[in-house]
């Protein structure tokens, strides 16, 4: 997994993604108006707003997004509040922790950082659940 940064006009936020497809495709399904780049290459990155393009070199349409249902979801799962400098530190912490502490934590770090009244963390976590009941619905389920 690859560590992306949301390029949005609010609050920092990063993720993790298995490509650049599923980072631009997680990036489009909060806000067509946002992108993402990859941390650690700044060549591997979305455009912001035109998007047809990206979407077309990437196959990106709604038989992709069904297709990658689990690795989106895996990416929105993965969304917290902060740069990417503060990531390592706030994975190694999450480790140590039980799913129920994690989720309470982050929702905690979450509402403390928050500068902005867009809530992308909360509607990445709502579209975590999208994804896990579509999922689940299809007999799927998450890995």
Same mark, same amino acid.
């Given at each position: 997994?690859?560590?992306?940064?949301?390029?949005?006009?609010?609050?920092?936020?990063?993720?993790?993604?298995?490509?650049i497809?599923?980072?631009?495709?997680?990036?489009?399904?909060?806000?067509?108006?946002?992108g993402?780049?990859?941390?650690?290459?700044?060549?591997?990155?979305?455009?912001?707003?035109?998007?047809?393009?990206?979407?077309?070199?990437?196959?990106?349409?709604?038989?992709?997004?069904?297709?990658?249902?689990?690795?989106?979801?895996?990416?929105?799962?993965?969304?917290?509040?902060?740069?990417?400098?503060?990531?390592? &530190?706030?994975? @190694?912490?999450?480790?140590? /922790?039980? !799913? $129920?502490? +994690? %989720?309470?934590?982050?929702? =905690?770090?979450?509402e403390?950082?928050?500068?902005?009244?867009? &809530?992308?963390? @909360?509607?990445?976590?709502? /579209?975590? !659940? $999208?994804? +896990? %009941?579509?999922?689940?619905? =299809?007999?799927?389920g998450?890995?």
């Open positions: 997994m690859k560590l992306y940064e949301l390029i949005n006009p609010s609050d920092t936020y990063t993720f993790y993604a298995k490509n497809a599923i980072a631009g495709a997680v990036a489009q399904l909060i806000s067509p108006n946002y993402a780049k990859n941390v650690n290459d700044e060549t591997d990155k979305t455009p912001l707003i035109f998007w047809t393009d990206f979407n077309k070199e990437h196959g990106i349409d709604k038989e992709f997004i069904e297709q990658n249902m689990a690795d989106i979801a895996e990416a929105f799962a993965s969304f917290a509040i902060g740069s990417p400098s503060e990531r390592k &530190e706030l994975d @190694e912490a999450l480790k140590h /922790m039980s !799913e $129920k502490e +994690r %989720k309470n934590y982050l929702a =905690e770090r979450q403390r950082q928050r500068t902005s009244v867009n &809530e992308i963390g @909360e509607y990445a976590y709502q /579209m975590y !659940e $999208k994804c +896990r %009941k579509f999922l689940e619905d =299809e007999g799927v998450l890995q």
